[in-house]
């Protein structure tokens, strides 16, 4: 089993200094809003819940599909279901952190500031790809465009650096939650932005000293 107490430490890129607790949340490092109560799901966010998520053991091995939507509810959470994630981390060439705040539309954690991407490999030939994690990281590439409007071309597969996996449970309000084997990928890239508002309400990039006081 992937252990969900994992320090990361890194070299990567010259980020020595980034370190995270993965056991905290990476997912939601911090909000310090409260997430208003959602009476009627947002229409493109219900549409993406028909998305085919990688269902997986706790040895990260696939063993069937299933929707986005099945895969986020707690009564399936709580019998074990569990499925493959990423979470981004890209840093400008000042080695400034991209954080964003989750649109209020959002399903699960609306509101919450988090890293830079986090979402799912879908179950499709390109995203199953295990070789080199190169299947995450083409759908790390495909949801910062679609989340971010980064254009591939400002991303190239061989720019994300995998760092570690973690196995990730968290509940959001009862109802919907996360559990997932989360690789973490790290990139540093300057980017042109262009955000999707259904996806994203805000941004800033975040040096070492500032991120410590967002989430302190």
Not at 57 to 78: F, L, P, S, V
Request: glycine share 4%; charged share 25%; hydrophobic share 35%.
């Amino acid at each position: 089993m992937l252990s969900i107490d994992y320090r990361l430490d890194t070299n990567v890129m010259g980020l020595r200094s980034w370190t995270f607790r993965a056991n905290k949340g990476i997912r939601n490092m911090a909000s310090h809003i409260h997430a208003r109560n959602i009476t009627t799901h947002d229409p493109i966010q219900v549409k993406l819940l028909e998305e085919q998520c990688i269902v997986i053991d706790e040895n990260d091995q696939q063993i069937g599909a299933d929707t986005k939507k099945n895969c986020h509810r707690m009564e399936n959470i709580d019998k074990g279901l569990l499925h493959r994630a990423f979470s981004v981390f890209l840093f400008n060439s000042k080695k400034e952190l991209l954080l964003q705040q989750r649109s209020d539309a959002k399903i699960t954690f609306p509101g919450y500031w988090t890293n830079t991407c986090c979402s799912h490999p879908l179950s499709v030939e390109d995203e199953l790809d295990v070789q080199d994690n190169i299947g995450v990281k083409r759908a790390a590439r495909r949801k910062l465009q679609h989340e971010l409007g980064i254009k591939p071309e400002q991303v190239p597969l061989e720019a994300f650096d995998y760092l570690t996996r973690i196995h990730y449970k968290a509940t959001s309000d009862g109802q919907w939650g996360e559990h997932e084997i989360d690789y973490i990928l790290f990139l540093q890239q300057d980017v042109d932005l262009d955000l999707n508002t259904n996806e994203i309400q805000n941004i800033k990039f975040v040096t070492q000293d500032q991120l410590r006081n967002f989430i302190g």
